[in-house]
């Protein structure tokens, strides 16, 4: 019975280990403002990816939003992240691209999906 315990103790000791080991993740959220679109307009948040799905929230310009750091390109399907290294510029010209849409947390909490062109990321 002792040998068992002891494989036990000696296996979370190497899993709490390597745990120790791994990188810390990137932050959940990071933020954005509602830029490229007229004064008297809002964007549109999505459901999903897809200017036929449905508007769940909408945002003026120069508001602040929250985004995962999840994008994709619709047409190819590649989903990719801008929450990592890089400036604020750089991340835009990923975002910018057409057809990349970026996951945004609505002030309601709610994950909704907004065409990365209209959101310039901090």
Same mark, same amino acid.
């Given at each position: 019975?002792?040998?068992?315990?002891?494989? %036990?103790? &000696?296996? /979370?000791?190497?899993?709490?280990?390597?745990?120790?080991?791994? =990188?810390?993740? !990137? *932050?959940?959220?990071?933020?954005?403002? %509602?830029? &490229?679109? /007229?004064?008297?307009?809002?964007?549109?948040?999505?459901?999903? =990816?897809?200017? !036929? *799905?449905?508007?769940?929230?909408?945002?003026?310009?120069?508001?602040?939003?929250?985004?995962?750091?999840?994008?994709?390109?619709?047409?190819?399907?590649? *989903?990719?992240?801008?929450?990592?290294?890089?400036?604020?510029?750089?991340?835009?010209?990923?975002?910018?691209?057409?057809?990349?849409?970026?996951?945004?947390?609505?002030?309601?909490?709610?994950?909704?999906?907004?065409?990365?062109?209209?959101?310039?990321?901090?």
């Amino acid at each position: 019975m002792q040998t068992v315990f002891r494989l %036990i103790l &000696a296996a /979370a000791a190497a899993a709490t280990a390597t745990a120790a080991s791994v =990188p810390a993740q !990137a *932050s959940a959220f990071t933020g954005g403002t %509602i830029t &490229a679109i /007229a004064p008297d307009d809002a964007l549109n948040i999505r459901k999903w =990816p897809s200017t !036929a *799905s449905k508007i769940i929230d909408a945002y003026p310009l120069n508001a602040p939003i929250s985004l995962t750091g999840r994008c994709k390109d619709i047409t190819t399907n590649v *989903s990719f992240r801008i929450d990592g290294y890089g400036s604020a510029s750089w991340k835009y010209a990923q975002m910018k691209k057409a057809y990349v849409w970026c996951q945004v947390m609505t002030d309601d909490a709610e994950l909704g999906w907004a065409r990365g062109k209209y959101i310039w990321p901090e």
